[in-house]
C-alpha cells in the first residue's frame, strides 16, 4: 500500500521524475491517455498544467469513485467543452455513447479559457451547475451553455425535457472557494477542487498547499493512485 512507502522514498520518485530524460518517455499511461516527462514537468512549481496532466487526473478521481461510499462521477475531457462551443451538441454527441449522465451523481468540466483553467460541476442529485474559478471571475454564460447541453441530452436520451427553473445556476464567488495568489497555479486548483467535491467534502485548502499538492500529483499520475 501506498501508505507504507515512507515519505522520503516518494519525495525521491518525485525528485527523478522532474530530473532529465527524454521529455517524450512515457511515465504513465492508464485510461487510453499517456503522461510524458514533458507533461509531469508541467506540475513543477509556478507552471501551468497541461491538458494531459489534468485530464489523466480527472481520469484518478472517476477510477477512485468507482468504490462504495463515494458518488457517481463522470468527468468530460478538457477538450470536451471547446467541441461543444464550436459544433454544438452534435459535435459531442458521441462523448456520451455508453454513459448515462443522468444516473451520474456528478458531472466534472474542466474549462481553458485561453490562459486559465476553471471548473464547472453539475450536481445531478441537487440540480446545480456551479462555476469554481480561482480568480473569482463569473462564468454563468459557462454554466447555460452547459444547462443547454444537459436539455439536449435528456431529450435525446431520455425524452424527457429539463425543467429550467427546478435547476439552480451559479457562479461561486471568491470568498466560498479557495483563492489563487500567483498567475499558474489555475489548473492545480482545478484538480483539488474536482478532488474535494467528489468527496462530498468541503474545499479546505488554500494557496499555501500547492507545492506540496503537485508533488503528490506527480506520485499519483506515476502510481495511478490516489493518496
Known amino acids: 500500500s501506498p501508505f507504507n512507502c515512507s515519505f522520503q522514498a516518494m519525495e525521491r520518485e518525485v525528485i527523478a521524475a522532474f530530473g532529465k530524460g527524454e521529455p517524450d518517455e512515457i511515465m504513465s499511461s492508464a485510461f487510453k491517455l499517456k503522461v510524458t516527462r514533458e507533461d509531469i514537468h508541467t506540475l513543477r512549481n509556478l507552471r501551468w498544467l497541461n491538458d494531459e496532466v489534468i485530464n489523466f487526473y480527472m481520469s484518478l478521481l472517476v477510477e477512485r469513485n468507482k468504490k462504495e461510499g463515494y ?83 435528456s431529450r435525446e436520451k431520455r425524452n424527457l425535457e429539463l425543467i429550467f427553473s427546478e435547476w439552480t445556476l451559479r457562479s461561486m464567488e471568491s470568498h466560498e472557494i479557495p483563492q489563487q495568489l500567483n498567475g499558474s497555479d489555475c489548473g492545480v486548483f482545478v484538480c483539488k477542487y474536482a478532488d474535494y467535491i467528489s468527496r462530498d467534502k468541503p474545499i479546505t485548502f488554500t494557496q499555501n498547499h500547492m507545492p506540496y499538492f503537485r508533488r503528490k500529483m506527480v506520485w499519483e499520475i506515476i502510481h495511478q493512485q490516489l493518496l
Open 71 to 153: 458518488p457517481a462521477v463522470h468527468a468530460f475531457s478538457t477538450f470536451f467543452y471547446p467541441k461543444l462551443i464550436s459544433g454544438g451538441h452534435k459535435a459531442v454527441e458521441r462523448w456520451t455513447r455508453g454513459v448515462d449522465l443522468f444516473k451520474q451523481d456528478l458531472i466534472l468540466v474542466p474549462v481553458h479559457l485561453r490562459v486559465h483553467w476553471t471548473l464547472v460541476v453539475i450536481d445531478v442529485r441537487k440540480k446545480t451547475i456551479k462555476y469554481f474559478d480561482s480568480m473569482g471571475q463569473k462564468g454563468d454564460k459557462i454554466c447555460e451553455t452547459l444547462f443547454q447541453y444537459l436539455q439536449e441530452e
